[in-house]
């Protein structure tokens, strides 16, 4: 363990803006090993006072709908406005495909060659609830680094869109033209956390698929719960070929900062948020805590064997488990 | 605490057949008090033995695509061949809508009027994890009291379909005719569990939707991995009104179920099944276990709240409940 006053050190060098500083804590809070995650846990005490000062960006949507490509653009129109951006990516699946961090910095052309703007992957090894943590943190330690726009990318599967709506100040929701699909999940009332509906590659073969879309999706906007009185989520048609919305999202990001801003909404809505966030992620952070352990870990794959092999019941099992986490951990 | 004497007269009586006994141990099972918990695992301890000896069927799909008549007509086909059949219901959605013991019977008009049939609703309390923890027992239940048929009943939502699938040897999926929302499910391969896909709904209008259905359906199915050497997945156009596939669809059972009791093949995939059941649900386990305590609930509530009136971060309020969990489950 390292002494208190190093960690105060490693804390003030994130807050002079040293990269590698911020490099190494993500690193630090990514790591499963106990002693990491208690090192983690302090440098976070004491970064907390320098957190909050960003406007959190939260960018979702299906695999392929452009998602990177846009976040390169609204970035460097962020870095043009003199914002410090940092992008952090969430992908459940890159543990299974793609997804590393040339991948990422490669899709993200324009924005990783600016002095301004700081780029990290999710660690593929973590799950959904884990990563939702972890990005947490990330988001906290990347806003006493000085960075003021917080873009968080998304893909959405399942529960992650939600949690990262959570996590969030604002969150697009960026959709194919015309897919069947999208519109079955919108109907099905995944829709009332986005703040903004972009219909991507409304250009060449997809154009009227894309005003297909927006008439749709407008005429089931019209049923869903509003989650603000201040605010209509928007629906905008969106072209990183040609241009075409680009400046009505910025409009629209700007417009949505301000009315956030205005007596104290943002801060109303963080509690909320943090609120929520608690209730439904304290079992997932006890599974994190009981699998930093490695003689956990290691206990559950015996058992799952065990159990395999017909030499002990799931039930049995469990119950053994049980014993075992409270009587190490205690 | 029950004495033990007590306890192996109740498991005795759900051995004979008592359905008051069977009842009330299902009704102890639903039971989130700890005392009852314990006493529910001493039950499961004792009518152990006289488990596993049912043929279970898992039957999922969308709401409205028709689950409940169907069960209703299986289930009277099956009681005319001298089985004992236990439906057990899951519906993750019932807590908000529609799911009492009254709907659930009314909806199986027929089965419900005969003797050796056993219906019993999915507690609305539960939430999901809980539910299939549930229903485990249960089933073993119903197991000790002499139904050698179960069927188990899962409205189609996010996990519950999989989880159904390693809690039954054989799953029916069913689908409406023609439904592009399904189709994109299907493509996403949530299909890989499924021993058998039904197209409801055969007749009338929805006749030519159906064969649709099954062309594209038949042309997916020719690109997804075998769950079984023995077994290639059949797709059934039904019709509950015209009995159109019902007796195709009885013998695919038969057929399944045969080929299963081949080689103690049923012995295999159980052992598997319980294997990935314990890995994946271990963690759900614990919530349940930390959830059975009052105390951590009123923690946990106590601290979201303060967390939404931003007395205490959700880091600070994690580290809280953690503390408290393991000092007082010791």
């Given at each position: 363990?390292?002494?208190?006053?190093?960690?105060?050190?490693?804390?003030?060098r994130i807050k002079d803006g040293d990269r590698q500083a911020l490099s190494q804590a993500i690193t630090l809070?990514?790591?499963?090993?106990?002693?990491?995650?208690?090192?983690?846990?302090?440098?976070?005490?004491?970064i907390e006072p320098w957190t909050g000062n960003s406007f959190r960006i939260g960018i979702t949507g299906p695999p392929g709908v452009g998602k990177s490509t846009l976040i390169d653009k609204?970035?460097?129109?962020?870095?043009?406005?003199?914002?410090k951006v940092a992008v952090l990516t969430i992908d459940p699946t890159s543990a299974l495909s793609k997804g590393s961090?040339?991948?990422?910095?490669?899709?993200?052309?324009?924005?990783?060659?600016?002095?301004?703007?700081?780029?990290?992957?999710?660690?593929?090894?973590l799950n959904l609830g884990g990563l939702a943590l972890y990005t947490r943190e990330a988001m906290l330690l990347c806003e006493a680094a000085g960075f003021d726009r917080i873009l968080i990318e998304s893909v959405g599967v399942g529960q992650s869109e939600f949690l990262i709506s959570l996590l969030c100040d604002m969150t697009l929701l960026l959709l194919q033209p015309h897919s069947g699909d999208e519109m079955q999940g919108i109907k099905r009332g995944v829709m009332e956390w986005a703040d903004m509906y972009i219909i991507t590659k409304t250009d060449g073969e997809t154009f009227n698929g894309s005003n297909k879309t927006y008439i749709e999706l407008n005429s089931i906007l019209n049923f869903v719960p509003r989650k603000y009185s201040f605010w209509t989520p928007k629906i905008i048609q969106l072209s990183v070929i040609?241009?075409?919305?680009m400046a009505t999202l910025m409009d629209n990001i700007d417009l949505f900062y301000n009315l956030l801003f205005n007596d104290n909404q943002l801060y109303k809505l963080r509690l909320k948020q943090s609120e929520t966030y608690f209730k439904v992620q304290w079992a997932k952070m006890i599974e994190q805590y009981i699998l930093m352990n490695r003689s956990n870990v290691e206990l559950i794959n015996f058992l799952a064997t065990e159990v395999g092999h017909g030499n002990i019941s799931s039930e049995k099992a469990f119950d053994k488990l049980l014993k075992f986490i409270f009587a190490t951990l205690k």
């Amino acid at each position: 363990m390292k002494p208190k006053k190093e960690i105060k050190e490693w804390a003030n060098r994130i807050k002079d803006g040293d990269r590698q500083a911020l490099s190494q804590a993500i690193t630090l809070i990514e790591s499963s090993n106990v002693e990491d995650r208690q090192l983690a846990q302090s440098l976070i005490d004491f970064i907390e006072p320098w957190t909050g000062n960003s406007f959190r960006i939260g960018i979702t949507g299906p695999p392929g709908v452009g998602k990177s490509t846009l976040i390169d653009k609204i970035g460097v129109v962020l870095i043009g406005q003199s914002h410090k951006v940092a992008v952090l990516t969430i992908d459940p699946t890159s543990a299974l495909s793609k997804g590393s961090i040339l991948g990422d910095k490669s899709r993200m052309a324009h924005l990783s060659s600016q002095a301004n703007a700081f780029i990290r992957p999710s660690p593929s090894s973590l799950n959904l609830g884990g990563l939702a943590l972890y990005t947490r943190e990330a988001m906290l330690l990347c806003e006493a680094a000085g960075f003021d726009r917080i873009l968080i990318e998304s893909v959405g599967v399942g529960q992650s869109e939600f949690l990262i709506s959570l996590l969030c100040d604002m969150t697009l929701l960026l959709l194919q033209p015309h897919s069947g699909d999208e519109m079955q999940g919108i109907k099905r009332g995944v829709m009332e956390w986005a703040d903004m509906y972009i219909i991507t590659k409304t250009d060449g073969e997809t154009f009227n698929g894309s005003n297909k879309t927006y008439i749709e999706l407008n005429s089931i906007l019209n049923f869903v719960p509003r989650k603000y009185s201040f605010w209509t989520p928007k629906i905008i048609q969106l072209s990183v070929i040609s241009g075409l919305g680009m400046a009505t999202l910025m409009d629209n990001i700007d417009l949505f900062y301000n009315l956030l801003f205005n007596d104290n909404q943002l801060y109303k809505l963080r509690l909320k948020q943090s609120e929520t966030y608690f209730k439904v992620q304290w079992a997932k952070m006890i599974e994190q805590y009981i699998l930093m352990n490695r003689s956990n870990v290691e206990l559950i794959n015996f058992l799952a064997t065990e159990v395999g092999h017909g030499n002990i019941s799931s039930e049995k099992a469990f119950d053994k488990l049980l014993k075992f986490i409270f009587a190490t951990l205690k």
